[in-house]
């Protein structure tokens, strides 16, 4: 079976209700990303953050995956498929799919502050300040923020090392490193760009085909075409 690895952004999950963050009326123009979404932003004004990802974790909760969840989903049948998501909803398992690496956390889970490995299902409960982990110490999401590492990139890195084929969905590929895996796969592995509006991509990739769709359309598009080809 041929090895697909797909990296996912905010834009596979807009049409299931959830905002893109850098698209107009996404969530960044409402929000200063350094106040809500970085570890200095925590360490300043904890329940805001609290109370920023407590909205985000009761949304997210509630939606459904779409049709470009589904098709990646369904792409298991034919290919061994690995997601690798930036984002910290759970729609690609909803959807069905086995493979999923959260780059930058998963809002349904919550962590302590105090030891990084207990770490809880909260579906969509809030964290309130003062809510501890079993030692003691405050709780606090189980997400990546601006100023912190990424734990699972070098996993990530080594998988797209091994892709046969790469597809990008709904990512500006602007936030480092995820937007770096690209630089992992294989030179002469296919790349499928699938996003209404073409990211910026370094020139030294080649096979690349952009599908300038959304991923509702898009991502059954391309899964039709990876099996004529591929399968
Ligand atoms: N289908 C496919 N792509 C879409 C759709 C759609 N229906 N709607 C919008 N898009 C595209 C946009 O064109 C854009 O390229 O999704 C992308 C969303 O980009 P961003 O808002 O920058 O989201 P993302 O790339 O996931 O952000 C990366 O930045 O804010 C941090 O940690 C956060 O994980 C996030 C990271």
């Known amino acids: 079976m041929k090895k697909i690895v797909v990296l996912t952004g905010a834009g596979i999950s807009a049409e299931s209700g959830l905002k893109t963050f850098r698209d107009a009326g996404g969530l960044w123009e409402n929000h200063d990303i350094m106040e809500v979404a970085s570890i200095d932003g925590w360490h300043k004004n904890p329940e805001l953050v609290l109370q920023f990802y407590n909205e985000r974790r009761k949304q997210a909760y509630s939606t459904m995956p779409n049709e470009g969840h589904k098709a990646l989903a369904d792409l298991e049948k034919d290919f061994d498929v690995t997601i690798i998501t930036q984002n910290v909803d759970n ?123 959304k991923a509702t359309t898009g991502v059954p598009k391309v899964a039709k075409e990876l099996r004529e080809k591929y399968k």
């Open 91 to 213: 729609l690609h398992e909803k959807a069905g799919s086995t493979k999923v690496i959260h780059l930058h956390g998963e809002l349904s889970k919550v962590r302590s502050t105090g030891d990084a490995k207990l770490i809880y299902e909260y579906a969509d409960k809030p964290i309130h300040w003062g809510d501890t982990c079993e030692k003691g110490h405050q709780l606090r999401p189980h997400i990546v923020w601006f100023g912190e590492a990424v734990p699972m990139m070098q996993v990530a890195a080594t998988i797209t090392e091994k892709a046969d084929i790469f597809l990008v969905v709904g990512t500006s590929l602007v936030v480092y490193p995820a937007a770096s895996l690209i630089d992992f796969v294989p030179t002469n592995a296919p790349k499928y760009i699938i996003d209404p509006h073409k990211p910026t991509v370094s020139k030294q990739n080649n096979h690349l085909f952009f599908i300038e769709e």
